[in-house]
């Protein structure tokens, strides 16, 4: 299951957040999102945990929950839907 975790510290690190939800069951990859220029830290991060039931445990236990300085918002995340363009146009026949 995919994790979002938010409001997350500037200086959380992916080990701080293994750690934490390590505690809850296996932990696949985690990923603090960062600048593309810059490469710091833009405040939140995914986790990933193989197991739903380690994850809904985790997700229930942190929410909400102190790390580091802050406290973090928790949930699964959502699907993004698929984009499409509004319009299919079809370029040759507008030439």
């Known amino acids: 299951m995919d994790i979002y ?3 997350l510290s500037f200086d959380a690190t992916e080990a701080d ?3 934490a939800f ?3 069951g ?3 990859s985690v990923n603090i999102v960062r600048d593309r220029f810059n490469g710091n830290p833009l405040g ?3 986790v990933d ?3 739903d039931d380690e994850a809904r445990c985790a997700i229930g236990a942190l929410h909400k929950s102190r790390l580091i300085d802050r406290v973090i918002t928790v949930s699964q995340t959502q699907r993004r839907a698929e984009r499409r363009t509004p319009v299919d146009v079809d ?3 507008t030439v």
Request: aromatic share 14%; hydrophobic share 50%.
């Open 49 to 51: 945990m193989p197991a």
């Open 91 to 93: 370029v040759e026949a």
């Open 26 to 28: 296996k932990v696949r």
């Open 5 to 7: 975790v938010g409001n």
């Open 17 to 19: 957040l293994e750690h």
């Open 22 to 24: 390590g505690a809850y």
């Open 44 to 46: 939140f991060a995914f």
